[in-house]
């Protein structure tokens, strides 16, 4: 749990980073229409719930460092006991102020009014331009009125600053408790994917494989999977983000899933790749452990100091030399890293960051250098080879589609695998499968 201290300590950092007379906006997300008049669940928006913990719509958290006026306001929306009975619970700004622990909160219906004072002779705005067009749109009349106002009586600050980078630079580094939630979310998704693994055999869908995970994920406290869940069988595995779901998996087949759930706003993002039937076929086996060794290989970079480019150098080629030696490229290993010739079987990164967003925020590179990796930064390290149906190879390999996903925590001198403890082996896959014949 991220306590309401910690959220202070951040909206303090923020204050703290901003330049004098400054001024700071971040806006809630907005409720998405699904249809007609119903909405797609709720998801705040990462920043603002950063900051805040608060996960209502309409409502907007200001910062500031001026002496003029509180430094932490939120506006949110009143209490309404109509509304109320019809859409759920709302805090209102009184009780927000003791449970979120922020010293000033007043109803969103004032924040028009209250935005022209808090912004009147500011230097600088820091917000999220462009994210949002209600919210730009609220900002830019905002301006437009301190600019129109008769003359020294009222000043728009004249300077506008991306908040995001700042920001984004913060969530890049988890504090201990971000990653132990990140660690219960790695370990609700991982029994998911050791359900979906027992569950299989040919004749079942992919869709009831991606119901048995998102029955797990529920059950765990974790209503929503961080992002929709991939759930391939055979060729269906080359397609990178298949949501599709809905073929039947067939005997002789690799399945590849990638699943992850959203727990208390922090994803997982898993993926593993095994035999419906339970039995690794030789060129499904042989392919599988390339990419295994290639994952294995890209784990031993992991630590302060090194970065994911160099451990993309490497796992580039492992895969080239495999795929040269198993006949599915052809000519000399350098020449085909040159002409990046496996970027027909392997098209995706090494990995990403991950958070509050499953490819979470933080810059890759810094002053165009890659950045290296810092104890505090979460990634995923995700190989994989991808032969599609028509790919110009022999027979044996067309169809299959294997990625290994892992969530790696890097430590002071190496890292932490949160998502260790889902069988990956090709001997630890096939013995869960076999123990789940037996059940049947
Ligand atoms: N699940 C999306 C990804 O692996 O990046
Ligand atoms: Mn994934
Ligand atoms: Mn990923």
């Known amino acids: 749990m991220i306590t309401v201290e910690e959220f202070a300590q951040r909206r303090q950092a923020v204050i703290e980073q901003m330049s004098a007379n400054s001024i700071a906006v971040v806006a809630a997300a907005r409720e998405v229409t699904r249809s007609r008049d119903t909405e797609y669940a709720f998801r705040q928006d990462s920043d603002f719930y950063y900051l805040t913990g608060f996960n209502e719509p309409e409502a907007w958290l200001i910062l500031s460092n001026s002496d003029e006026h509180p430094q932490h306001i939120l506006f949110c929306r009143d209490k309404d006991a109509e509304?109320?009975?019809?859409?759920?619970?709302?805090?209102?700004?009184?009780?927000?102020?003791?449970?979120?622990?922020?010293?000033?909160?007043?109803?969103?219906?004032?924040?028009?009014?209250?935005?022209?004072?808090?912004?009147?002779?500011?230097?600088?705005?820091?917000?999220?331009?462009?994210?949002?067009?209600?919210?730009?749109?609220?900002?830019?009349?905002?301006?437009?009125?301190?600019?129109?106002?008769p003359k020294q009586t009222r000043n728009a600050p004249p300077l506008i600053e991306d908040i995001r980078p700042l920001l984004h630079e913060m969530r890049l580094f988890k504090s201990a408790a971000e990653a132990e939630l990140m660690q219960q979310a790695a370990e609700i998704s991982g029994r998911a994917h050791i359900?979906?693994?027992?569950?299989?055999?040919?004749?079942?869908?992919?869709?009831?494989?991606?119901?048995?995970?998102?029955?797990?994920?529920?059950?765990?406290?974790?209503?929503?999977?961080?992002?929709?869940?991939?759930?391939?069988?055979?060729?269906?595995?080359?397609?990178?983000?298949?949501?599709?779901?809905?073929?039947?998996?067939a005997d002789g087949e690799l399945v590849l899933i990638d699943a992850g759930a959203e727990y208390q706003g922090y994803a997982a993002d898993i993926t593993r790749t095994f035999p419906v039937n339970g039995r690794f076929s030789e060129p499904q086996k042989a392919l599988y452990e390339l990419v295994l060794k290639a994952q294995s290989a890209a784990f031993d970079m992991i630590r302060p100091g090194n970065t994911l480019a160099q451990a993309s150098d490497q796992v580039v080629e492992i895969i080239t030399r495999g795929l040269i030696d198993l006949g599915i490229l052809q000519g000399e290993l350098r020449q085909n890293i040159e002409d990046k010739s496996y970027r027909q079987y392997f098209m995706h990164g090494l990995g990403?960051?991950?958070?509050?967003?499953?490819?979470?925020?933080?810059?890759?590179?810094i002053a165009q250098q890659d950045r290296p990796f810092k104890p505090g930064m979460v990634l995923t390290i995700e190989p994989g080879i991808y032969i599609a149906k028509d790919s110009p190879v022999a027979e044996q390999w067309q169809g299959i589609g294997i990625r290994i996903e892992d969530n790696l925590l890097v430590t002071d001198d190496g890292y932490q695998n949160l998502t260790a403890s889902v069988p990956k082996t090709v001997a630890e896959l096939e013995a869960l499968m076999t123990c789940r014949g037996a059940m049947k």
Not at 209 to 231: D, K, N, W
Not at 353 to 360: I, K, N, S, T
Request: some cysteine.
């Open 195 to 249: 359900r979906a693994m027992n569950y299989c055999r040919p004749g079942v869908f992919e869709y009831q494989l991606e119901a048995e995970i998102q029955h797990e994920f529920a059950m765990s406290g974790a209503r929503h999977p961080a992002y929709s869940t991939i759930v391939g069988g055979g060729d269906n595995g080359c397609i990178l983000h298949y949501t599709e779901n809905n073929d039947e998996l």
């Open 352 to 365: 990403h960051w991950l958070g509050l967003d499953v490819h979470d925020v933080g810059d890759y590179k």
């Open 83 to 149: 509304a109320e009975v019809w859409q759920g619970r709302r805090l209102g700004p009184e009780q927000a102020e003791s449970q979120l622990g922020i010293e000033f909160c007043l109803s969103i219906n004032e924040l028009d009014e209250q935005l022209l004072v808090l912004l009147n002779n500011k230097q600088r705005l820091l917000f999220a331009q462009g994210q949002d067009s209600q919210a730009d749109q609220r900002i830019f009349a905002m301006l437009a009125d301190l600019r129109n106002a």
